[in-house]
C-alpha cells in the first residue's frame, strides 16, 4: 500500500463530509466547539481521561446515527450532553457490578492528571468523586457547566425542586467532608 506524503504529514486528517451530508457537517462543528468542554465534564464524573474520551466520543456517535430523527436539531448540543451523562453512568454502574462493590465507581487518578492538579483542587475533586452519583451530577452540571435549574433539572430528568434539594444535600455533604480533611 502507497501513501503519499500529505498523509504521513497529516495522519489525523479527515475527509470533508460531503456537501449534501448535513448530520456529518453539523455533528462536526458541535464536535470541534463542544467535545473538550463535555470531555472535561465525563472527566469530573469518572475520574479517568481516556474513559471520558470514550463516552464522549460514543455521544457524538450516537447524535450522528440518529441525526435523522432529532425532533429539534437546534437542541443537538443538549441531546449530546445528556448522552455523556448517561454514558457515564452507565460506566459507573457497569464498574460497580465489575468490582462487585456498589459504592465502588471511580478509577484511581493517573500520575500525569495528579502532577497537573493542586493539591486543594484535587481534595476538593476527590470530595466531589465521593459523592453519591446523583449528587455529583447536580453538582458538575450547576457549578462545572453552570447550568440554570431548568437545563439541569432536563439532563438528570427529575423536576427542578429535586435539582435544588439534591444540590442543597451535596454543597453539605462537600462541606462535611471537606471539613473533616
Known sequence: ???????VSQPHSRPAPSPDDEPARAVTALYEAHALGLIRLAVVMLGDRGAAE???????????????????????????????I?????????????????RWEL???SAESAALVSEEHRRVLEAIRSLPARQREALVLRYYLDLDEGEI?????????TVKSTTSRALAALGRILGEA
Open 153 to 161: 433539572a432536563a439532563s438528570m430528568r427529575v423536576t427542578r425542586g
Open 107 to 109: 478509577l484511581e487518578e
Open 86 to 102: 448517561n454514558g457515564c453512568r452507565t460506566l459507573l454502574r457497569r464498574r460497580a457490578r465489575q468490582h462487585g462493590d456498589p
Open 54 to 84: 470514550d463516552v464522549v466520543q460514543e455521544a457524538f456517535c450516537g447524535l450522528y446515527r440518529r441525526w435523522h430523527v432529532l425532533t429539534d436539531t437546534e437542541n443537538a448540543h443538549r441531546y449530546v450532553r445528556s448522552s455523556v
Open 1 to 7: 500500500m502507497e501513501t503519499n506524503a500529505a498523509e
